[in-house]
T-cell receptor
Framework: DTEVTQTPKHLVMGMTNKKSLKCEQH?????MYWYKQKAKKPPELMFV???????INESVPSRFSPECPNSSLLNLHLHALQPEDSALYLC?????????????FGQGTRLTVV | KQEVTQIPAALSVPEGENLVLNCSFT??????LQWFRQDPGKGLTSLLL?????REQTSGRLNASLDKSSGRSTLYIAASQPGDSATYLC????????????FGAGTQVVVTP
């Protein structure tokens, strides 16, 4: 099973709402990532977790709050977002010890902020 | 700072023709390079991973080459089909920051029947 599952597939939220994106993998990977992708642009790294600890934060605004409650699950909590935060949010995973390994991506959550 | 470039940005070929997609990177200190496919509005599908010590990697109709010293990789897709229409992205994993996959902007491919 080389699947990374993201839910929901689509999300529309108002600027005052609080919502969460969920990502799950059962490949035993101990590195998990959040990427943001705007239309016609490459994915941009937001956060990296390694062994359930935040390893990289690419200076992401605090209205995005990541959480890694266990080795299979990664959440992204959203609060007070702006319309410019509308994008495709991608989750990925890879084996943390094997830095030369392949990264697997989910199908993404299409987020629209109104 | 690592920069990854993919040229051309878009490519249209008739069915049956071979596809050649290019990826260049500025810093040769990498763990590996990965090729992905992305259909419109969808996530990324991993195609091939080529390690920094390898020159070539093959999977079915796909073949990727890597020349680390010159900072170039090429993805070849043999006998293209309309189902190959998608955006193809390359990404390098820098040796000094394993967690940061650095992506190129992609090449949008259209294969016409």
């Amino acid at each position: 099973d080389t699947e990374v599952t993201q839910t929901p597939k689509h999300l529309v939220m108002g600027m005052t709402n609080k919502k969460s994106l969920k990502c799950e993998q059962h490949m035993g990977h101990r590195a998990m990532y959040w990427y943001k992708q705007k239309a016609k642009k490459p994915p941009e790294l937001m956060f990296v977790y390694s062994y359930e600890k935040l390893s990289i934060n690419e200076s992401v605004p605090s209205r995005f709050s990541p959480e890694c409650p266990n080795s299979s699950l990664l959440n992204l909590h959203l609060h007070a977002l702006q319309p410019e935060d509308s994008a495709l949010y991608l989750c990925a995973s890879s084996p943390a010890r094997d830095r030369a390994s392949m990264a697997f991506f989910g199908q993404g959550t299409r987020l629209t902020v109104v | 700072k690592q920069e990854v470039t993919q040229i051309p940005a878009a490519l249209s070929v008739p069915e049956g023709e071979n596809l050649v997609l290019n990826c260049s990177f500025t810093d040769s200190a990498i763990y590996n390079l990965q090729w992905f496919r992305q259909d419109p509005g969808k996530g990324l599908t991993s195609l091939l991973l080529i390690q920094s010590s390898q020159r070539e990697q093959t999977s079915g109709r796909l073949n990727a080459s890597l020349d680390k010293s010159s900072g170039r990789s090429t993805l070849y897709i043999a006998a293209s089909q309309p189902g190959d229409s998608a955006t193809y992205l390359c990404a390098v994993r820098p040796a000094d920051s394993w967690g940061k996959l650095q992506f190129g902007a992609g090449t949008q491919v259209v294969v016409t029947p």
